[in-house]
Nanobody, 115 residues
Framework: QVQLVESGGGLVQPGGSLRLSCAAS????????MRWFRQAPGKEREFVAT???????AYADSVKGRFTVSRDNAKNTVYLHMNSLKPEDTAGYYC?????????WGQGTQVTVSS
């Protein structure tokens, strides 16, 4: 079965950096488009970044220039490198894949940006 397991969240000061990881299994990772979303308390889940099988990427305007998405097909893992973090980046971060007619989510990892 499809599994997505996020890790790497934590508490960081404004201006700091974190790298999130999403380990994937149960589907053909190397040919799948992977996405990152986030959800802050009281807000809807929003798109953050995506990466295709050929390493094409796209970002939400709110993170463009600060976040970078990458993947390692040998490790079946997608990463979200987050720099210049702001308090408004505080949220649960989730990776997502649409495969085999299904839409799958990980359990999320919490990122808190605060001094």
């Amino acid at each position: 079965q499809v599994q997505l397991v996020e890790s790497g969240g934590g508490l960081v000061q404004p201006g700091g950096s974190l790298r999130l990881s999403c380990a994937a299994s149960g589907f053909t990772f190397s040919s799948s488009i992977m996405r990152w979303f986030r959800q802050a308390p009281g807000k809807e889940r929003e798109f953050v970044a995506t990466i295709t099988w050929s390493d094409l990427t796209a970002y939400a305007d709110s993170v463009k220039g600060r976040f970078t998405v990458s993947r390692d097909n040998a490790k079946n893992t997608v990463y979200l490198h987050m720099n210049s973090l702001k308090p408004e980046d505080t949220a649960g971060y989730y990776c997502n894949v649409r495969t085999g007619g299904g839409d799958y989510w990980g359990q999320g990892t919490q990122v808190t940006v605060s001094s």
